[in-house]
């Protein structure tokens, strides 16, 4: 019992790659183009379980592999000679997404998702930022020249952001959405551009799009999927919930470090 | 060579065509096409989120089946009799663990020789009536209740319908693991390893377990990722929003997206244009049934029984969310 045997097996090999992968997304920090901050504790309880396992798979009594006399060695030996041992092209399986990861290049989702799944324009999103500042021009927003910086969900749920008055900023991309996709009770001409940015709760899979209309001059002509940082003024459309965002000034910039809005 | 091991060999058949599929496309599509870099990030996306949720199951899996006595879990089943089963569905309570650990804990309940009934019970309820899910579901609709009530109540009594339903005389699950359980229960009575073995052992048996897994969560999260590229929200609205056609879709939307149970409420809070029987259905199929339930499931059962038993999930929450529309009006 006390002799150990350090041995790389097939399913130790198997667990190196996934170690492998976990560690690049994790270390790497691309963690955040598929998953919310919260997840990255999952990440990591998931590494910590994977390099158990490996761990357990390398370091072995020696008598386990001579002798097995009760029922656990039974099983294991069922389990890891049988499955556990993958055959040979089970690792290109398991380096499927080390090879995607590699050749695509960490993305976040973009215009093309809002093409399959259409546009939300009255989300009950929570808002990442705080906006609990009472007269909303306090320090550190000096960069916004008199801007108040919020984001698409705040808009939605802070009235007084959206009362017409308030000068605010949005990042967002650029989406020119077919008359097919524009909110309800609005007219097409009305909303030819819309900022969008995705929302996510846990990960990409369950990011949805969400948007405002921008109305300002120039907007048709930005092509869609470009980042913007747009200063104006947001205001609900007459009977309706949809906020519309008056545009004063646009500046294309690059894709923000981190592309979701977070929900609550 | 046996059945089970028929049904690998061909797995293995298709888990190879499907990567092929991709790295050909790779090959011969432009670099980054729009399509490709969704699909990727969709993968990835549900595989880092799933699989540390499936390591968990399989630790738990596997402490399960070092540490429990041998003949426990059966002992208490048969003390409890038919009440057993609801029991099973309120302990869930304790595993607040996703569909995506359910499948590898409920392996190890079955080996340690938990009833076949009971163990599908857990199957379908530990993804919902945990209390992770529910509060979860209630921040998603803005605290009001119905929708959280609705969905914990389809979640404790979807289960046992469909357990009581069902499970016959015949033998549903793969030889191998009924095998392993047999020779689980004959070892009763063999003497215990000493503790720092045993914690090896049980290290070394999750590594097993989620090697097991792992070829089935990826397929299944393939398929899911190419339905979420390539069907959107647009198509729900196509196919209806009407007294039976809402529902049907929804429960449609929530096998094909494959949503992880304490994510999905969120997804369903946004899907505005159904009423309420219809997003019920939705919070309650998508964790019993979904695309990569099903590829998992295939390490359990046999393929007729899983036909089997999803046919009758899907009826099992439609007769409930139709109980539900009549309660309410």
């Known amino acids: 019992m006390n002799k150990f045997n350090l041995k790389l097996d097939p399913a130790s090999y198997s667990l190196l790659i996934w170690l492998l992968f976990f560690g690049l997304i994790l270390f790497g920090g691309f963690h955040v183009y598929y998953l919310a901050p919260f997840q990255v504790w999952m990440l990591i309880m998931g590494l910590v379980g994977l390099l158990m396992m490996f761990s357990a798979g390398v370091i072995k009594p020696v008598e386990e592999h001579g002798h097995c006399h009760d029922h656990d060695c039974h099983h294991h030996e069922s389990h890891d000679h049988e499955q556990a041992a993958p055959r040979s092209e089970r690792y290109f399986l398991y380096l499927l997404p080390l090879v995607l990861f590699m050749f695509v290049g960490p993305q976040p989702l973009g215009v093309q998702v809002m093409q399959v799944k259409g546009m939300f324009t009255a989300p009950d999103w929570g808002s990442g930022l705080d906006v609990s500042q009472p007269d909303l021009t306090g320090p550190g927003l000096d960069g916004y020249e008199g801007y108040f910086p919020t984001d698409l969900q705040a808009l939605y749920r802070i009235p007084r952001l959206a009362n017409g008055r308030q000068p605010v900023t949005v990042e967002g991309m650029i989406y020119h959405p077919e008359a097919s996709e524009t909110p309800k009770d609005v007219n097409p001409d009305d909303a030819q551009t819309l900022l969008a940015h995705f929302a996510m709760v846990c990960c990409a899979a369950d990011a949805r799009p969400i948007s405002v209309v921008a109305v300002g001059d120039g907007l048709e002509d930005l092509p869609e999927g470009v980042w913007v940082q747009a200063h104006g003024r947001a205001e609900r459309m007459e009977g309706s919930m949809i906020v519309r965002f008056i545009v004063e000034r646009i500046e294309e910039i690059p894709e923000p470090s981190s592309p979701y809005l977070l929900s609550r | ?329």
């Open chain 2, 1 to 329: 060579m046996s059945e089970h091991t028929a049904s690998r060999e061909s797995f293995a058949g298709w888990d190879m065509y499907l990567m092929a599929a991709i790295l050909m496309a790779l090959m011969i599509m432009p670099y980054r096409a729009a399509w490709l870099a969704t699909f990727t990030t969709y993968f990835l996306a549900v595989l880092l989120e799933a699989i540390p949720f499936l390591i968990l199951g399989a630790i738990i899996a596997a402490t399960v089946e070092t540490f429990l006595p041998p003949d426990f879990l059966a002992r208490l089943a048969e003390r409890m009799g038919v009440l057993g089963v609801p029991a099973v569905a309120l302990a869930s309570v304790v595993f607040p663990i996703c569909e995506c650990g359910v499948v590898a804990v409920g392996r190890g309940l079955l080996r340690k020789g938990l009833p076949l009934r009971h163990t599908i019970v857990f199957l379908l309820a530990a993804p919902i009536f945990n209390p992770v899910v529910i509060f979860s579901t209630l921040v998603a609709f803005a605290y009001e209740p119905r929708f959280a009530i609705a969905r914990a109540l389809g979640g404790f009594l979807v289960p046992i319908a469909v357990a009581l339903m069902a499970v016959g005389n015949d033998e549903v699950l793969l030889p191998e693991l009924a095998q392993e359980a047999a020779m689980i229960e004959s070892a009763a009575n063999d003497h215990k390893p000493p503790m720092t073995r045993r914690i090896l052992m049980t290290f070394d048996h999750s590594r097993s377990e989620l090697l097991d897994m792992l070829p089935y969560l990826m397929f299944g999260v393939a398929c899911a990722a190419a339905m979420q590229t390539f069907l959107g929200g647009r198509i729900l609205t196509v196919v209806g929003q009407g007294t039976v056609s809402g529902p049907l879709a929804m429960m449609g939307a929530a096998f094909s997206l494959s949503l992880c149970s304490e994510a999905d409420a969120f997804v369903a809070s946004t899907f505005v244009q159904f009423d309420f029987p219809a997003i019920v259905a939705f919070l309650v199929l998508g964790p019993m049934l979904d695309i990569k339930l099903v590829m998992m499931y295939r390490k359990v059962f046999k393929t007729g029984f899983i036909w089997r038993m999803s046919l009758l999930t899907i009826v099992s929450v439609a007769a409930y969310v139709a109980a539900l529309a009549w309660v309410i009006g």
